[in-house]
Protein backbone atom coordinates (compact mmCIF):
# COMPACT_ATOMS: atom_id res chain seq x y z
CA UNK A 1 0.00 0.00 0.00
CA UNK A 2 1.26 3.20 -0.87
CA UNK A 3 1.83 6.13 1.39
CA UNK A 4 2.67 9.63 1.43
CA UNK A 5 3.13 11.75 4.90
CA UNK A 6 3.62 14.82 5.11
CA UNK A 7 4.49 17.27 7.77
CA UNK A 8 5.91 20.82 8.41
CA UNK A 9 3.18 23.22 7.73
CA UNK A 10 2.25 26.09 9.78
CA UNK A 11 1.46 29.51 10.22
CA UNK A 12 3.96 31.83 9.62
CA UNK A 13 4.71 35.61 9.19
CA UNK A 14 5.66 37.16 6.07
CA UNK A 15 9.34 36.68 4.79
CA UNK A 16 9.45 34.06 7.28
CA UNK A 17 10.33 29.96 6.20
CA UNK A 18 9.08 26.65 6.25
CA UNK A 19 10.17 23.57 5.77
CA UNK A 20 8.07 20.30 4.51
CA UNK A 21 8.28 16.80 4.70
CA UNK A 22 6.93 13.90 3.14
CA UNK A 23 8.21 10.61 3.47
CA UNK A 24 6.99 7.81 0.86
CA UNK A 25 6.29 4.15 0.95
CA UNK A 26 4.90 1.10 -0.92
CA UNK A 27 6.87 1.92 -4.52
CA UNK A 28 9.91 3.23 -5.84
CA UNK A 29 8.84 6.37 -6.91
CA UNK A 30 10.62 8.08 -10.17
CA UNK A 31 9.24 11.88 -9.57
CA UNK A 32 8.63 13.19 -6.74
CA UNK A 33 7.01 17.23 -6.07
CA UNK A 34 4.89 19.70 -4.27
CA UNK A 35 1.85 20.96 -5.40
CA UNK A 36 -0.14 23.67 -3.92
CA UNK A 37 -3.86 24.57 -3.81
CA UNK A 38 -5.11 27.86 -2.66
CA UNK A 39 -8.90 28.74 -2.04
CA UNK A 40 -10.93 29.39 -5.07
CA UNK A 41 -7.61 28.50 -7.48
CA UNK A 42 -6.97 25.42 -9.15
CA UNK A 43 -3.97 23.00 -7.88
CA UNK A 44 -0.20 23.75 -9.38
CA UNK A 45 3.11 22.64 -9.13
CA UNK A 46 5.11 24.19 -6.64
CA UNK A 47 8.62 22.28 -7.37
CA UNK A 48 9.57 18.70 -8.66
CA UNK A 49 12.76 16.39 -8.75
CA UNK A 50 13.63 12.73 -10.26
CA UNK A 51 15.48 10.65 -8.47
CA UNK A 52 18.28 9.65 -10.98
CA UNK A 53 22.16 10.29 -9.85
CA UNK A 54 22.03 13.78 -11.31
CA UNK A 55 18.28 14.61 -10.01
CA UNK A 56 16.44 17.31 -12.30
CA UNK A 57 14.55 20.21 -10.01
CA UNK A 58 11.56 22.17 -11.93
CA UNK A 59 9.72 25.56 -10.22
CA UNK A 60 6.75 27.67 -10.87
CA UNK A 61 8.28 30.97 -11.74
CA UNK A 62 6.91 32.12 -8.73
CA UNK A 63 8.97 30.53 -6.56
CA UNK A 64 12.17 29.92 -8.00
CA UNK A 65 14.88 31.79 -5.33
CA UNK A 66 12.71 31.34 -2.44
CA UNK A 67 11.80 27.53 -2.55
CA UNK A 68 13.98 24.43 -2.55
CA UNK A 69 13.37 20.88 -3.32
CA UNK A 70 15.85 18.26 -2.51
CA UNK A 71 15.12 14.56 -1.98
CA UNK A 72 16.90 11.88 -0.24
CA UNK A 73 16.18 8.39 -2.46
CA UNK A 74 17.39 5.81 0.83
CA UNK A 75 14.68 7.39 2.90
CA UNK A 76 12.02 7.91 0.09
CA UNK A 77 11.49 11.32 1.13
CA UNK A 78 10.95 15.14 -0.53
CA UNK A 79 11.75 18.00 1.28
CA UNK A 80 10.32 21.73 0.33
CA UNK A 81 13.08 24.48 2.06
CA UNK A 82 10.70 27.81 1.54
CA UNK A 83 12.36 30.87 2.06
CA UNK A 84 11.16 34.64 1.77
CA UNK A 85 7.57 33.45 2.44
CA UNK A 86 4.78 35.80 1.25
CA UNK A 87 1.00 35.96 1.91
CA UNK A 88 0.40 34.82 -1.84
CA UNK A 89 2.11 31.70 -0.70
CA UNK A 90 -0.39 30.39 1.40
CA UNK A 91 -2.03 27.15 -0.08
CA UNK A 92 -3.07 23.69 1.05
CA UNK A 93 0.54 22.08 -0.06
CA UNK A 94 0.42 18.53 -1.46
CA UNK A 95 2.76 15.62 -2.08
CA UNK A 96 2.97 14.04 -4.94
CA UNK A 97 4.78 11.01 -6.26
CA UNK A 98 4.92 8.73 -9.26
CA UNK A 99 6.22 5.76 -9.32
CA UNK A 100 7.51 3.35 -12.04
CA UNK A 101 4.82 2.10 -13.27
CA UNK A 102 3.57 5.58 -13.96
CA UNK A 103 0.81 5.41 -11.43
CA UNK A 104 0.11 8.74 -9.20
CA UNK A 105 -0.19 8.95 -5.53
CA UNK A 106 -0.88 12.31 -3.42
CA UNK A 107 -1.04 12.87 0.23
CA UNK A 108 -3.41 14.39 2.33
CA UNK A 109 -2.06 17.73 2.13
CA UNK A 110 -0.31 20.16 4.73
CA UNK A 111 -1.72 23.65 5.40
CA UNK A 112 0.63 26.63 4.83
CA UNK A 113 -0.55 30.42 6.03
CA UNK A 114 1.62 33.26 5.67
CA UNK A 115 0.27 36.32 7.42
CA UNK A 116 1.05 39.78 6.14
Known amino acids: QVQLVESGGGLVQAGGSLRLSCTAS??????MAWYRQAPGKQRELVAS?????????NYADSVKGRFAISRDNAKNTVYLQMNSLKPEDTAVYYC??????????WGQGTQVTVSS
Open 49 to 57: ITSDGSPKT
Open 96 to 105: YARNLYYLDF
Open 26 to 31: GSIFSI
